[in-house]
């Protein structure tokens, strides 16, 4: 091989090295334009934008909103709360259900989706299981407890954009499978307005 050869051969797996380092370097989150390198609690009581709908076996549960106890992002890519709380909550199919449902302690990764968006997976801490849904009703079809177990998948669509607020929208379809409750899928739609308690504008890049 000529020296001219040798020379481009090695700048081309300089290029490609570059390029590969590039592809895998991991978003994170960003706080005031700095990556985030100690905890960061969100505010807590965060502001509804669209109401939660909740679907399993036939069955719709809406809620008002849906909080967020003690969350908070941490450095790198991952997000934690002690339970995601659905408030004032009530079922329609000849059903009732609890006011207010609760999720286990859950953990949270986001990656990067679409043009600005982020994608944020919310799974349980330990184990499988992710909530229950207690439901009564003589002509209820999913009378008694229904134990939900999987994931859910929830956007944030500026998630790239530094903001105050962000937007953290559920978007759980029955056809994906990925959150069941008494054996059958379970859909989760609504989302809420979430800030960090600093009251500094944060992204995920």
């Given at each position: 091989?000529?020296?001219?050869?040798?020379?481009?051969?090695?700048?081309?797996?300089?290029?490609?090295?570059?390029?590969?380092?590039?592809?895998?370097?991991?978003?994170?989150?960003?706080?005031?334009?700095?990556?985030?390198?100690?905890?960061?609690?969100?505010?807590?009581?965060?502001?509804t934008?669209?109401?939660v709908?909740?679907?399993?076996a036939?069955?719709?549960?809406?809620?008002a909103?849906?909080?967020?106890?003690?969350?908070?992002i941490?450095?790198?890519?991952?997000?934690?709360?002690?339970?995601?709380?659905?408030?004032?909550?009530?079922?329609?199919?000849?059903?009732?259900?609890?006011?207010?449902?609760?999720t286990?302690?859950?953990?949270?990764?986001?990656?990067?989706?679409?043009?600005?968006?982020?994608?944020?997976i919310?799974?349980?801490?330990?184990?499988?299981v992710?909530?229950?849904?207690?439901?009564?009703?003589?002509?209820c079809?999913?009378?008694?407890?229904?134990?939900?177990?999987?994931?859910?998948?929830?956007?944030?669509?500026?998630?790239?954009?530094?903001?105050?607020?962000?937007a953290?929208?559920?978007?759980?379809?029955?056809?994906?499978?990925?959150l069941?409750?008494?054996?059958s899928?379970?859909?989760?739609?609504?989302?809420?307005?979430l800030?960090?308690?600093?009251?500094?504008?944060?992204?995920f890049?």
């Open positions: 091989m000529s020296k001219k050869l040798a020379i481009a051969a090695c700048t081309g797996l300089l290029l490609l090295s570059a390029l590969a380092l590039t592809s895998t370097a991991s978003a994170q989150w960003m706080v005031n334009g700095t990556n985030l390198t100690t905890n960061q609690a969100l505010a807590s009581g965060a502001p934008d669209k109401v709908e909740i679907k399993v036939g069955v719709a549960v809406v809620c909103g849906v909080e967020l106890t003690s969350p908070q941490e450095p790198g890519d991952t997000a934690s709360t002690s339970s995601l709380v659905f408030a004032n909550c009530s079922a329609n199919g000849g059903c009732t259900i609890e006011k207010n449902i609760h286990v302690p859950l953990t949270a990764t986001a990656t990067l989706g679409g043009t600005l968006a982020a994608n944020i919310f799974k349980p801490k330990t184990k499988t992710f909530g229950t849904l207690k439901f009564e009703g003589a002509e079809p999913l009378l008694g407890t229904q134990v939900a177990t999987g994931s859910a998948k929830f956007l944030v669509p500026t998630g790239r954009d530094e903001k105050l607020f962000q953290l929208e559920a978007e759980v379809t029955e056809a994906s499978g990925e069941k409750a008494g054996g899928s379970v859909g989760l739609t609504g989302s809420s307005l800030k960090l308690s600093t009251d500094l504008p944060w992204s890049l």
